[in-house]
């Protein structure tokens, strides 16, 4: 059987996606300004001046995600950063192959959340996609049962107080994936979350793979 990732209409919405980043990101990076890691900016100031950049997993970034997920039969997903949606419905495909679920997002962009919103319904995929528009340490206090993927793809700083709090929610096996660990902020911003997941005291292992500018692929050991 196929898997649906590469059926239509997902596999064409995704092209044209990454398409659509490919041509114009570096465009859309260039006119917010912004030099390095806008450590100095509020989240919600972030979230506009970045409002049509898409910072989305690479291609084959979203494949290891749909292979992760459904390696582990994944069928509660939660993503912290959705942006357009890229990496979402790499996960809803996954999900709905398992078997069904829901993929929880969370987009602070308003303009953002409606385009991804329209990209899951494109792609079929929308009874699947739960997305929350707002601060992720108010959307995500609720979340469904047990957790069992998270993708950490929002702004890197506030990654570690969103992780804690999904920690209660997650299980043996749940798998925690940061993207972009090996981007060039000019800082180290994604130090204090990788210290936590590297710190066996906090019960993960963890292990980072050269896929676009790096994920960190780690397990909660218990």
């Not at 590469?6 to 030099?35: C, K, N, W, Y």
């Not at 900016?41 to 997920?69: I, P």
Request: net charge negative.
């Amino acid at each position: 059987m196929a898997s649906t990732l590469h059926t239509e209409p997902v596999s064409v919405v995704l092209q044209r996606m990454l398409t659509a980043e490919e041509e114009h990101d570096p465009q859309a990076f260039a006119a917010t300004g912004i030099e390095g890691f806008p450590a100095h900016l509020s989240a919600e100031r972030r979230a506009e001046l970045f409002k049509d950049v898409y910072m989305s997993v690479s291609s084959d970034g979203g494949q290891l995600l749909y292979l992760l997920a459904r390696a582990t039969g994944a069928r509660t997903v939660v993503e912290y950063g959705t942006s357009f949606g890229v990496s979402t419905i790499h996960l809803a495909a996954a999900v709905r192959d398992n078997g069904g679920g829901i993929v929880i997002g969370t987009e602070l962009q308003h303009d953002k959340a409606l385009a991804a919103q329209r990209n899951f319904e494109e792609a079929g995929v929308s009874d699947l996609v739960d997305l929350r528009v707002g601060d992720a340490l108010t959307t995500l206090t609720e979340v469904p049962g047990e957790v069992d993927l998270v993708l950490l793809d929002g702004w890197p700083d506030l990654a570690l107080p969103v992780l804690r709090l999904l920690e209660p929610s997650l299980h043996p096996g749940s798998l925690i994936l940061v993207d972009d660990v090996e981007m060039d902020w000019g800082s180290d911003v994604h130090g204090p979350l990788m210290a936590h997941l590297s710190d066996p005291s906090n019960g993960y292992l963890s292990v980072t793979i050269p896929t676009g500018d790096g994920i960190a692929l780690c397990v909660k050991l218990g």
